[in-house]
């Protein structure tokens, strides 16, 4: 059955000092996952085993990102995470430090009748 995407929510993190990209991603999950309640999903009667959760971390380098520890902080669903170029480094040349920004998309498709 087709899946129709009824919620994309976008979100913001950052780690602030030390350069976790994990850190910046994982915040970013939160903050989206905190502007959305899927309670049409409770009121339609839709089983959660069926919802498709497709989150996209945008962070300037996606290959440090624990993908896995992203996956788990997600409470529903089936959930698939990638890790593409975006973000901000902001570094601190000063200090050796660097903050790292992090944007989440997080959308969710759920089977819907014709």
Do not use: C, W
């Amino acid at each position: 059955m087709n899946k129709t995407r009824v919620i994309l929510e976008l979100g913001s993190g950052n780690d602030l000092h030390g350069g976790d990209y994990t850190k910046a991603a994982l915040r970013a999950v939160q903050d989206a996952l905190h502007h959305s309640s899927l309670s049409f999903i409770r009121s339609l009667g839709i089983d959660k085993g069926e919802i498709d959760v497709e989150v996209t971390i945008g962070v300037q380098k996606p290959e440090l990102i624990d993908l896995e520890k992203v996956k788990a902080s997600l409470p529903v669903g089936k959930v698939t995470v990638k890790a593409v170029k975006g973000g901000l480094d902001v570094p601190d040349p000063d200090n050796s430090d660097l903050a790292v920004i992090a944007s989440a998309a997080i959308a969710v498709r759920v089977p819907l009748g014709n």
